[in-house]
């Protein structure tokens, strides 16, 4: 009489399945930092971009309109109530950043957060003024509405004394109020002067005090 055939089944043990398991999170824990690397680099890549845009945009300004865009226009002895006077250097290069509708609809000679300005500027979001790797990529608000959307990038005023409202006299920035500097105005050479660089977005400032201190109200 013959014995039945024994049957041998093959399976994970406890032991071999926790150690797959460690397997694959040592790997995992090698491959996400990995990732976030790879996704940070693409992040600054498009920053870089940006700034190249951005200087691009300016000197395109500069050779269709002969100077480089004051931060803003005012008639000395006059009312100053600084950024919102009239429009900055991000504004009046829009139309060379491809952002020819939103361009068409501001008037650069009213304050940017009144008005229709002031809507079409909370409804708006320039890509190209903000980094990706920003933590307060999002928009500020005003009275539970929102206000502006933050930008990355921060032309050259000056190094501390920016502008005199009552006689109109500019600091060494390149990009003061009334400025419309041409090209051969900076005797020192354009590669060594500042256009533009990367900042945090909405930093506190000092405004109108008569010395920098430690302490930056927002």
Request: a positive charge; aromatic letters at 12%; one cysteine or more.
């Amino acid at each position: 009489m013959n014995s039945p055939r024994s049957r041998q089944r093959s399976a994970f043990t406890l032991i071999e399945l926790l150690v797959v398991i460690a397997i694959i999170g040592v790997l995992l824990g090698l491959l996400l930092p990995a990732v976030q690397q790879a996704r940070e680099a693409a992040r600054q890549l498009a920053c870089s971009n940006n700034l190249r845009q951005l200087v691009l945009a300016t000197h395109t300004y500069a050779s269709a309109n002969g100077y480089f865009p004051p931060s803003m226009l005012h008639t000395p002895g006059t009312a100053f109530t600084s950024n919102n006077g009239s429009w900055g250097v991000h504004g009046r290069i829009l139309p060379y950043l491809e952002e020819d509708r939103v361009a068409s609809q501001i008037n650069l000679e009213q304050p940017w957060d009144q008005g229709s300005n002031g809507s079409i500027v909370a409804a708006t979001q320039i890509e190209t003024f903000a980094c990706p790797s920003e933590v307060s990529r999002f928009y500020r608000t005003k009275n539970g509405a929102d206000y502006v959307f933050p930008t990355n990038y921060g032309f050259n005023f000056g190094t501390w004394f920016i502008y005199d409202p009552a006689t109109g006299q500019g600091g060494n920035g390149a990009f003061h109020p009334n400025s419309r500097y041409r090209a051969k105005m900076f005797t020192d050479g354009l590669s060594k002067t500042l256009l533009v660089s990367e900042v945090k977005a909405f930093t506190p400032y000092v405004r109108n005090t008569t010395d920098p201190s430690s302490s930056y109200p927002a």
